[in-house]
């Protein structure tokens, strides 16, 4: 499930895609998300230090976008701030390994079909960027 901190990601994102090569200051984005400042500060730095964004001090300063909107996916977002996009961890690409409760990965019956909905998942998100518009 997506959670609201990648909701909040994704909306700062999409407005900065709109603006764009324009930045943002940390107040236009928290009120155009609906996001709590503070909250959204934490979130705009995480995808700063991952290469999403960059930051620009002085009175024209903010945040704008690292990269066109059309290069940003949401799949991008969506793991820096929430991690792998697989249900399990057998089924991940980025971060691969054993579920604690398996005892053979090789052999788990439940495995393709983790593979195949990680895939499904993958295929939409990766697809789609930050020019492809609103996302709420």
């Not at 709109?18 to 503070?38: C, Q, V």
């Not at 690409?93 to 439940?110: H, K, W």
Request: proline share 6%.
């Amino acid at each position: 499930m997506l959670s609201n901190k990648a909701r909040y990601a994704l909306r700062a994102l999409m407005h900065l895609a709109e603006i764009a090569p324009a930045s943002a200051s940390i107040g236009t984005l928290a009120e155009t998300t609906d996001a709590p400042r503070k909250f959204l500060e934490a979130i705009l730095l995480e995808l700063n230090r991952a290469g999403l964004l960059v930051s620009r001090r002085g009175r024209a300063g903010g945040y704008a976008l690292s990269r066109p909107a059309n290069q940003i996916s949401v799949a991008d977002v969506i793991r820096v701030i929430d991690g792998p996009l697989a249900l399990a961890p057998c089924a991940s690409v980025t971060a691969p390994g054993r579920c604690s409760t398996c005892p053979d990965m090789e052999t788990c019956r439940l495995r393709p079909a983790l593979i195949a909905s990680r895939n499904a998942v993958a295929a939409v998100l990766e697809s789609w960027t930050l020019a492809h518009g609103k996302v709420y």
